[in-house]
């Protein structure tokens, strides 16, 4: 009776020591992976993804990329939580398993093992199948998803259109895609698993027949022989189970592990130079020197742009739908590299200059201004978090923001929705000139801001940028005359190529898309008198 | 602990609102109303459901009978030295394995697929439901919590399909089949078993609030995450010009950092639950093995020492389970928080009830009559207010005034994105309440602000409203609005790929793609706000140029800043702040010489530059 009350108490004392490292073994577990692993990755990959060029997101959708992020990083968590630590635990187990084992019977623990190179096999077998199947799975995922981001943004057009109901055809397809394919993963796994329990569990069958003759001989005693062999045979097998899910999160994880490594080793095209150079205020010189661009190799944006504008200039930038404009902004700022011949500011080429510091020096106003769902204030001084509060009002004023900010539920404190939905574009847009301001950049660019904007703010925010240019060099990119007449000088833009390129009076005075332009909008009386034809280049 | 989960946090990038707030489910475990609710979404595969239940039941019987088989050979032939018995016995165990592991794939594969399908079929009334909900609801709403619904809440649900119901019944069958076996061998033993149940029953109160707590905790920091990353990409191009990278990271590895934490607790909460109950199994077993000692040995009552050699196995079998039990109670309380915010969008009604759609549109000549319609966004937001208007069909109007003036607000209206506050709009005498908003868009073509295309070719997406449109008749839309060429003149054509997968476009290529896309649906009623602001004035004036033709027999609301663009509409309406301030045609409202007038000197001025106008900048701070 002492020995039971012994055994009882080594019963409960290993519990408790067994709850205690659980119990450790988890919260360590736990801060590794979670805190450790996926925090880092998480981490990392939204950095990447932050850095990574305007390239990589022109011809990548949103919707796949959130993901990589969160989904994909849980994923590859599951490869140390599922893997590595399960198949170290398998390992250990087994080891002492067989050690045990053995020291019963040779002949039985050998035979216990030959169903292991079976099991070897069906799983390689398995993997390859899988894998393929898991990619599949993660692409058609990723094209659903597409198709739920891209109907919310879309929805006013579909409605617009009254296609709700191919919206839903086409969503129901993407749909039951999903879902068939997911089936023939099931029928994988569900197969492979049980049948290699299967081999396993007749495997102890024969061991139990062998060990049954081994005892009818009295080669092995029943209770501390057969029964403990069987006992620990027992639990090895249950062990299978761990091994075939092991087998599963191997292919699962890596699946995500190559979504998520294929961002970490994407080399932003667009790199910060091994040795830049430093300038921490440029004066606004822009050159370009035979410049010229294409997105996919043998469709060229632009060719041969060659000017220079000294700092403090104002250019106008004035060319058909397509020609060229907005990309030609985007190169000053590196959002793309040129791909061939030069961009100089002040006489550095850009791709040697610090990519913080240009960028820094840089104000850009994009044609459709993406504002983030925050306060306004927190909106206007996106670039300059530090902002005062009477810095991002004056910022405001100067972009025409204020009175409309005012006339808001909270003033600079109401909560804009994501992507400035809640706004008009007018007020979108003037919002995006004061973020843009409130840097004081040496160089301004101005792609098209006044398109959505009534003719009374048009004039002010065409001030704004008069009043404000005085120490920087601006860039406006618009189709209208009476706004590129009061810029220094004007580039006119064909089809990627620069056609024309001179003050408003010289351009005016030569046949041309500009005067034609011109023409259009002020009518023929507005070319008379003759400005002074002489100053014609 | 780091950062809480009660208060909404500013995180600089983005701020997570009430409204996101009320998006975490409330602590409510284990609602039966919501566990009906998504037993309802097995109907569709009812006969799988039913093969599913089947394979449980058996396998849950299957769990004892193999170790009682083992433990027979054993005990029988082998002891007994039986070989035919022996091989008789292998060969039952044989055949009962390949029973059992049939039933294993079956079970396993018709539960999978039984997950995957209601997962299937709840992302299809998530979807068609987001198709009902009107476009005021999506002004509202924030895109990545959407998103968030289809992916992690969805898969949240699947665990607990595939996992938790039918596992656990599994489970809770060996418990019983076990029991019954205890039972047999020995009632006093058994009782002794149950006492250990209020034990269990008083850590699972304890544990389950604090585990809903931090697990309704893990959900909403990462709907956090998601939003903030969804926002993000969308965002990259201004965080990369104004050079926000290393601040927006650091913003994002705390909100990770955040989450994290509450990971941490849940397990720390699980693995202080979990190896308690498991060291309540062994408090049970080292008691059981005292008291079925003393009686073996001291000879009380009936037990015989192979009886509890049995109860012991049997006892194993009846707490394994316990351990599964409460790892799915976990996965459980996850799946609910899921299916709650799942089953409450689901249930959340359209502003509006849209009468049925009768297949047909409504609009015959298109007339638009407003009667006193006022609308509000909300309790202090009044927009437009009382306008009284009758828009004859074939009439061209154009609506001027400045920004926020309620100009778009009005197309809205027309269009039944919203509806008004007050008052009614008809078209061709049928109030638009009585009609429904998808039968009433048939007859329209609409372009508005968002020049949004969707993944696909430039031919897609001018036939997006007419799908069976062929090659020639958008080519032929094309010309009529005289920018075939520069389709033509796009690196593929009516071929090159747009939307958010697409090479970069131009926005006003866009534009003209929109364009294109309402002509092609040949309307009745055509709404443009700002359809061409973004396409240059020489291409501006050609369209202008094809659309007097092509508005000839329909009715047109336009909204255009460049006023030289609705000097021919027949009549034009001057907004101001919510009201009509001025209606007719452009001569009257030159001569009437009011807003309308000064509007147009200032644009006129503005084009001719004539006077330089003082230039008024605020002093710098």
């Not at chain 1, 092995?220 to 403990?228: A, S």
């Not at chain 2, 969008?345 to 298109?366: I, N, Y």
Request: proline residues 4%.
């Amino acid at each position: 009776m002492a020995v039971l009350t012994l055994l009882a108490g080594v019963i409960v004392l290993l519990a408790l020591a067994r709850a205690l490292v659980t119990y450790l073994n988890n919260l360590n577990h736990v801060r590794l992976t979670q805190q450790g692993l996926v925090v880092d990755l998480r981490s990392a990959v939204y950095d990447k993804l932050q850095r990574l060029s305007f390239r990589f997101f022109d011809d990548k959708a949103s919707g796949t990329l959130i993901t990589r992020v969160t989904s994909d990083v849980q994923n590859v968590r599951l490869f140390v939580d599922g893997v590595v630590v399960q198949t170290f635990i398998f390992a250990a187990s087994a080891v002492t398993y067989f050690w045990y084992m053995f020291r019963i019977h040779r002949g039985l623990t050998l035979l216990s093992l030959t169903v292991w190179p079976f099991i070897a096999l069906g799983s390689s077998l398995f993997s390859r199948k899988v894998k393929k199947a898991y990619q599949k799975n993660r692409d058609l995922t990723d094209e659903m998803i597409l198709g739920v981001s891209e109907q919310i943004q879309g929805m006013y057009v579909t409605k617009g259109f009254a296609r709700e109901a191919d919206a839903e055809a086409r969503f129901a397809a993407r749909n039951a895609a999903v879902r068939n394919q997911k089936f023939l993963i099931f029928r994988f796994v569900t197969v492979y698993g049980p049948s290699m329990e299967l081999l396993t569990r007749l495997t102890v069958l024969g061991v139990l027949g062998y060990g049954g003759w081994l005892t009818f001989h009295g080669r092995l005693p029943l209770g501390e022989g057969l029964i403990v062999f069987m006992g620990l045979l027992q639990r090895l097998t249950d062990q299978v189970n761990v091994l075939t899910t092991i087998t599963d999160s191997v292919q699962q994880s890596l699946t995500s592990a190559r979504r998520v490594f294929e961002i970490l080793d994407m080399e932003p095209e667009v790199r910060n130079p091994p040795h830049p150079v430093r300038r921490h205020r440029l004066e606004g010189r822009v050159r370009f020197e035979h410049v010229s661009f294409h997105y996919t190799p043998g469709v060229p944006v632009l060719e041969d742009i060659h000017f220079e504008v000294q700092p403090g200039e104002c250019i106008g930038i004035l060319g058909g739908t397509g020609a060229g404009k907005s990309t030609l902004l985007s190169l000053i700022p590196r959002f793309y590299d040129v791909t061939g011949g030069c961009l100089f500011l002040d006489d550095v080429d850009v791709r040697r200059l610090d990519l913080n510091d240009l960028r820094r020096q840089i104000g850009f106003v994009f044609q459709e201004s993406f504002l983030f769902s925050n306060t306004v204030a927190a909106n206007i001084a996106f670039g300059r978090p530090e902002a005062t509060r009477e810095d991002i009002e004056w910022a405001a004023r100067l972009a025409c923001a204020h009175d409309f900010i005012m006339a808001m539920p909270e003033g600079y404190d109401t909560v804009l929705h994501e992507g400035g939905v809640n706004l008009s574009g007018g007020q979108r847009q003037r919002l995006a000139l004061a973020r843009a301001i409130l840097l004081e950049p040496p160089i301004l660019l101005l792609d098209d801001p006044t398109a959505a904007v009534d003719p009374e703010t048009e004039g002010e925010i065409l001030e704004t940028i008069e009043s404000a240019r005085a120490g920087r060099t601006t860039f406006l990119v618009t189709h209208r005359i009476h706004a590129l007449r009061r810029m220094d000088r004007i580039l006119v833009l064909h089809r990627g190529r620069q056609v024309q390129w001179g003050t408003h009076e010289e351009l005016i005075a030569v046949k041309g898309p500009y005067r034609r332009a011109a023409r259009i909008q002020l009518g023929d009386a507005l070319l008379f008198p003759p400005l002074a034809g002489g100053t014609a280049a | 602990m780091n950062g809480s989960a009660a208060q909404p946090k500013p995180v600089g990038l983005t701020i997570v609102s009430r409204k996101d707030k009320e998006e975490a489910a409330t602590t409510r475990p284990l609602s039966l109303r919501l566990y009906a609710r998504l037993f309802r979404y097995t109907r569709g595969c009812a006969a799988k459901r039913n093969a599913l239940l089947v394979t449980v039941l058996l396998r849950a019987g299957q769990g004892a009978v193999i170790p009682w088989m083992m433990a027979s050979t054993i005990n029988g032939p082998i002891r007994q030295g039986d070989w035919p018995g022996l091989l008789r016995w292998l060969v039952a165990l044989a055949l009962f394995t390949l029973f059992t592991q049939i039933t294993l794939h079956f079970r396993q594969r018709l539960a999978f697929e039984l997950g995957e399908s209601v997962v299937h079929d709840i992302r299809r009334d998530l979807f068609r439901h987001m198709l009902e909900m009107p476009m005021s609801y999506y002004n509202r709403t924030r895109p990545g919590l959407l998103i968030n619904r289809f992916t992690s809440d969805v898969e949240a649900v699947r665990a607990g399909v595939q996992n938790v119901v039918f596992a656990s019944l599994v489970n809770l069958g060996s418990m019983l089949v076990a029991a019954g076996f205890m039972i047999a061998y020995d009632r006093q033993l058994f009782l002794l078993l149950l006492a250990t149940a209020p034990i269990l029953w008083g850590l699972n109160r304890i544990f389950r609030t604090r585990l809903s707590q931090v697990h309704r905790a893990v959900q909403e920091s990462f709907s956090r995450v998601t939003a903030t990353v969804s926002e993000s990409v969308r965002g990259v191009r201004v965080t990369q010009s104004f050079n926000r990278w290393a601040r927006n990271a650091q913003m994002f590895h705390d909100l990770v950092f955040d989450h994290s934490w509450f990971n941490v607790r849940v397990t720390q909460t699980e693995s202080l639950y979990l190896p308690l109950m498991d060291l309540n199994s062994q408090f049970f077993l080292a008691a059981l093995l005292i008291l079925g000692g003393y009686r073996v040995l001291y000879g009380v009552g009936t037990t015989t020492l192979s009886d509890l050699v049995q109860f012991f196995f049997l006892a194993g079998t009846f707490f394994n389970p316990i351990q599964a039990l409460a790892n799915h109670y976990n996965q459980a309380l996850t799946a609910m928080a899921s299916a709650e915010r799942l089953f409450r969008f689901l249930e959340t009604p359209p502003d509006w009830p849209e009468p049925p759609a009768e297949g047909r549109s409504p609009v015959t000549e298109g007339r638009i009559e407003l009667d006193h319609v006022s609308f509000a966004y909300g309790p202090h937001r009044t927009v437009l207010h009382d306008l009284c208007l009758s828009l004859e069909p074939g009439m061209s109007v154009a609506l001027v005034g400045p920004t926020g003036s309620g100009k778009t607000t009005l197309i809205h209206l027309i269009a039944k994105f919203y509806i008004p506050t007050a008052g009614v709009i008809r078209i061709d005498g049928r109030d638009l309440r009585t009609v429904n908003g998808s039968d009433l868009r048939r007859s329209f073509g609409i372009v508005l602000q968002q020049n949004v295309l969707f993944s696909g070719t430039v031919l897609d997406n001018i036939r997006f409203g007419r799908p069976e449109a062929t090659e020639s008749e958008v080519r032929e839309a094309a010309r009529r609005l005289d920018c075939l060429d520069i389709f033509e003149a796009l690196p593929q054509g009516f071929r090159t790929r747009v939307g958010e997968q697409g090479a970069s476009i131009s926005l006003g290529e866009r534009q003209l793609i929109c364009f294109a896309r309402a002509m092609l649906v040949n309307p009745r009623i055509l709404l443009l706000d700002e359809a061409t602001s973004a396409v240059d004035a020489l291409t501006e004036v050609r369209l202008q140029a094809a659309l007097e033709r092509l508005l000839v027999g329909r009715t047109s609301v336009v909204i255009a800043h460049r006023l030289s663009t609705v000097r021919n509409a027949h009549r034009i309406l001057v907004l101001d702040r919510g009201r009509v301030v001025e209606d007719g045609t452009h001569r009257d409202l030159i001569r009437r010489d009011g807003l309308y007038a000064r509007l147009y000197r200032e644009f006129m001025l503005a084009q001719t530059d004539a006077a330089v106008r003082k230039t008024r900048s605020p002093p710098r701070p």
